[in-house]
């Protein structure tokens, strides 16, 4: 089992099963809301153990499709922890343990910032790796 936290620790969450993997995100939509590695998880393997009413969600702009839910506290960036999609986003730097995976692909290579450098083997994909 993992566990997760804001900054704060006002929000604390459990995942209760492996991840189904992990990924990086270079679109800026992610490096702005920090949460550009994250861990793909099935919703019902995410508990929130404690502060859901800490959580909160950003509504994006018409166009695109993920809210991203953050600690009203402290304002970390929690992914979609909220989320009532299947599989849900769940920033890499929220979990509290060592993590047991690596990452798995790349994606929005194309909004990479040049300053970046991706330094692993895994898959690289323009946009979304459906797109690809």
């Not at 679109?27 to 009413?53: H, M, N, P, Q, W």
């Not at 909160?56 to 989320?83: Q, V």
Request: contains cysteine; hydrophobic residues 30%.
């Amino acid at each position: 089992m993992m566990k997760g936290s804001c900054c704060c620790k006002s929000v604390c969450f459990e995942i209760t099963e492996q991840p189904e993997m992990m990924g990086t995100c270079h679109c800026t939509r992610c490096r702005k809301s920090g949460a550009s590695t994250f861990l793909l998880v099935k919703k019902e393997f995410i508990k929130i153990k404690k502060g859901y009413d800490f959580i909160s969600t950003y509504h994006p702009e018409e166009g695109y499709k993920y809210r991203r839910n953050f600690c009203k506290k402290c304002g970390s960036a929690l992914g979609e922890i909220i989320s009532n999609e299947k599989m849900v986003p769940v920033p890499a730097n929220t979990i509290d343990n060592e993590l047991r995976l690596s990452n798995n692909f790349h994606e929005f290579v194309s909004e990479k910032p040049k300053w970046y450098e991706i330094c692993d083997d895994a898959k690289q994909f323009l946009g979304h790796p459906t797109e690809d």
